[in-house]
């Protein structure tokens, strides 16, 4: 994907002295949430990492009960309470990454699955613009701000 070429020799460093890089964010980032799908890391135009996050979009629709969430987690059952869940979910990643210009600044949950460069660029195109809580009428976005 073309669109990540600017963060591929970029290292982030966690809070614990490890170096990963931003393939590993993602991976970091898709492990705080299994109603997570994919997650891609790319940037805005300040440079600032934004994760463009894919949900589980049968989770969503059918929450499974068993399995057994993390404290203070519960199972949303819709793309905003999957927004204001991972708002923290996303804090605790940022706590993680010593350098502040490494920490993400913000985040849009992507209700497509089809994951491809075109709908990566469509999406970072609206963050750029920074609708914030202005969802389209389709609500496939939810936008997390200062994460």
């Known amino acids: 994907m073309s669109e990540k070429t600017s963060l ?23 492990e705080v949430c299994h109603y997570i799908k994919y997650v891609a890391v790319s940037e805005d135009e300040k440079e600032n990492p934004v994760a463009l996050i894919f949900p589980n ?7 499974d009960y068993k399995l057994t969430p993390e404290e203070g987690c519960f199972c949303p ?3 905003d309470e999957l927004g204001r869940c991972l708002t923290g979910c996303l804090k605790l990643v940022n ?12 985040a849009a949950i992507i ?5 491809s460069a075109d709908i990566v660029n469509k999406y970072k195109a609206l963050l750029r ?14 936008f997390i701000k200062n994460v």
């Open 8 to 30: 591929e020799g970029r290292i982030f460093k966690l809070s614990t002295g490890e170096k990963i890089a931003p393939a590993d964010l993602e991976k970091l980032i898709g």
């Open 57 to 63: 979009k049968k989770l969503l629709d059918q929450p």
């Open 77 to 79: 059952r819709s793309l």
């Open 95 to 106: 706590r993680q990454i010593a350098d502040d210009s490494l920490k993400l600044k913000s």
């Open 111 to 115: 209700n497509n699955e089809n994951y």
């Open 129 to 142: 613009e920074k609708h914030g809580d202005k969802v389209p009428a389709d609500e496939e976005i939810y």
